[in-house]
Structure formats: structure tokens, C-alpha cells
């Protein structure tokens, strides 16, 4: 496992007398590291220290945006310390993008006391209403983050991650075409609504999902913070809030549903929180890019589909194909499609 083969190599890294000493980590006293928490890019160690609160220490394995090196540990740590004075998300510590010592880019951060969102918590969906208003506040600058158009790139990368599903002869025919004449529908309303969404203005965390939340419970109420930043992009908000609220993120992990009354009520408190922004306007603009980011969500599920139930590949996570094969069922697909399903 790889991440038990990297730990001593990073223990070793973070015991050298230079970086033990840098003033953001002080590891001069007695400290340990263990295991914290696995991601498809990425392993988390979780360093505990006599002489101060606990550190994670991260460490990037792969880039899904496409950043070599170290330019993907660099990237997480430009929007670290961009979010530094706006509270919502860990507090960087210590970076080493070189590559020099370790064979990854290694980052070490806040430890963000908590637990994960629960969608059933009317207080918790208000702070994260709130956590992504203060984030969608923040200016960002396009030379140090990724441009993503609205409609157009989720178009694109839906058909991307679709096509060796539409390819796959394992696939069931029906379920093919209906995801065809999907994107057909979407590419149709890209063309049409495209202008509605303004040039990419707000930072988007792009994978707001319950566990990429901490939610730490306070007397004065829930304080809620995000971690995972790999992939923030430059986008319109409604990017973060149809991520939010669309079945496919809350029934991933949860099994969860957010009904018509809670959605409201998160965008009553989001809206209250960015009295900039006409509300009308965004939930307008909101009620178009759902269905996309949908799509985007159901054309991963494709993707994975072909690659999990590939020949000789052995099923480690049986509770995650299960959810995939749920959502790329044709009744699934018509509740989750309503307009874009009507006449297929």
C-alpha cells in the first residue's frame, strides 16, 4: 500500500533539521505521524505534536487537472493561502513543491476539528450556505487559477467521460442512447443559454460534497470549513450550489435526498449572504446549470462503470458500483432529467 510505503520516507522528510525548524511547522519537540485518510490523488498523514495543536501533512499522487509534479501540491497551496483570511478552509503551514527529496509534492496544513456534514441538520445547511458565500466572496486572480465556462466546459467533459461508455459494447443499448440524446439535449441548451453566465468570476471548490466539509459544533452554532482543494477553478458560484444540492453528491455517501423546502432555505441563506448578487438572477441561472452538473455526475458514473466492470478487474469497492449502476438506470435517468428526458 502506498501509503504505508511513503510514511517513513515523509517522517524522515519532516525529521530533517530544516524543515523540523521552519517556523510555520516547529516539529522541535516530540511528535508522531500516522495514517489520516486516503483520496484517489492523494494520502493524508495526521502529525501530532507535543508542543501544539496536530498538523496534516498531504501529499499529492496524481493531478486531475493536470498539473505535473509539483505544480499540482503548488496550485492546492496558492488557494490555502488565498482562503487564509476568510475562514474557510485549513490554514497552510508549510510547502515543498520541488520534488528534491520526496518522489511527490508534499503540503502540511491546519487539522480542522469536526466531522462531516449532515444534510439532515437544518443549522449545518445554513453554514455551508454560508462557508461558499464567503469562499464565492474571495477574488481570485486568472493567472494563478484554472478558467472554466459555464455550461460549455461541463458539456465538454461529460462527453469526455461518456465516450467509452457509449463505446462499450457491455453497456446496455437503451441506456447508451438515452445518454447520447442527453447530451444532445445539453449541447442544445449550452448554445442557448451560454450568454446568461457571466465571464468566470468567483472561486469554486468544485467537490462540495458532505465528507469534503468539517463541520466543528461551537456554542454560538455550527462553524463549517471545506478541505480537498485540489481542483478549485475560476467559474461562475452556481457551479459550487447545483454541486451541492443535486442528488447525485448527497445520496453518494449518505443515501440522502435534499427536498424542495431544504434547498430553499440553503439558498435563502446563501443569498443573505451575498447581498451583491440579485437572487433572481442566480436561482435563474441556477435552475440552467443543474441539469449539467448533473450530467456531469451521471457521465463519471459511466466512465467508472466501464472501467470497474472491465475483464479480470476485481471489484473493490462493490457499495460504490452499486451507486453508480443506480444513477444509470433509465427510470433514474428520467427523474434526474425531467426536461431534457421529455420525448426520448
Known amino acids: 500500500m502506498l501509503a504505508a510505503d ?69 496550485y492546492e497551496a496558492a488557494a490555502l493561502r488565498l482562503l487564509e483570511r476568510v475562514d474557510v478552509a485549513p490554514r497552510l503551514h508549510y510547502v515543498d513543491d520541488t520534488l528534491a527529496l520526496l518522489p511527490y509534492g508534499l503540503l502540511v496544513m491546519e487539522y480542522l476539528p469536526g466531522g462531516p456534514l449532515r444534510y439532515d441538520d437544518a443549522t449545518h445547511l ?23 465556462r459555464a455550461l460549455v466546459d461541463d458539456l465538454e467533459e461529460a462527453r469526455g467521460w461518456l465516450a467509452p461508455y457509449l463505446a462499450c459494447s457491455r453497456a446496455p443499448a437503451a441506456v447508451r442512447e438515452c445518454l447520447a440524446r442527453l447530451l444532445e ?18 472561486l469554486v471548490h468544485t467537490d462540495v460534497q458532505a465528507h469534503n466539509f468539517v463541520v466543528e459544533e461551537l456554542p454560538g452554532g455550527p462553524r463549517c470549513r471545506l478541505v480537498d482543494w485540489e481542483r478549485p477553478l475560476l467559474d ?23 427536498g424542495p423546502a431544504q ?16 437572487p433572481v438572477d442566480l436561482r435563474e441561472r441556477l435552475a440552467i446549470r443543474r ?10 458514473c459511466a466512465g467508472a462503470w466501464v472501467d470497474y466492470t472491465g475483464p479480470g478487474r476485481a471489484i473493490q469497492h462493490v457499495d460504490t458500483l ?10 433514474e435517468l428520467a427523474r434526474l432529467f425531467p426536461a431534457w428526458m421529455e420525448g426520448i
Open 6 to 74: 511513503l510514511l517513513p520516507r515523509v517522517e524522515s522528510y519532516l525529521r530533517r533539521p530544516e524543515v523540523a525548524g521552519h517556523p510555520g511547522l516547529d516539529l522541535t519537540g516530540d511528535w508522531a505521524l500516522r495514517f489520516l485518510a486516503q483520496g484517489e490523488y492523494n494520502i493524508n498523514y495526521l502529525l501530532e505534536r507535543d508542543t501544539g495543536p496536530p498538523l496534516v501533512a498531504r501529499i499529492n499522487t496524481g493531478s486531475q487537472i493536470g498539473k505535473p509534479g509539483g505544480a499540482q501540491i503548488a
Open 126 to 148: 445554513v453554514a455551508a450556505a454560508r462557508t461558499l458565500a464567503r469562499l464565492h466572496q474571495t477574488p481570485a486572480t486568472h493567472a494563478t487559477f484554472i478558467v472554466r
Open 263 to 278: 434547498i430553499d432555505d440553503f439558498l435563502a441563506a446563501y443569498t443573505t449572504a451575498r447581498p451583491d448578487l440579485d
Open 322 to 331: 452499486a451507486r453508480i449502476e443506480e444513477y444509470l438506470q433509465p427510470e
Open 185 to 202: 439535449r445539453a449541447a442544445d441548451d449550452a448554445a442557448r443559454y451560454a450568454q446568461r453566465f457571466p465571464a468566470p468570476f468567483a
Open 236 to 258: 461562475d458560484p452556481t457551479y459550487d450550489l447545483a454541486h451541492f444540492t443535486i442528488p447525485t453528491t448527497t445520496r453518494w455517501k449518505t443515501g440522502l435526498t435534499l
Open 291 to 300: 441539469p449539467f452538473i448533473l450530467l456531469r455526475a451521471v457521465s463519471w
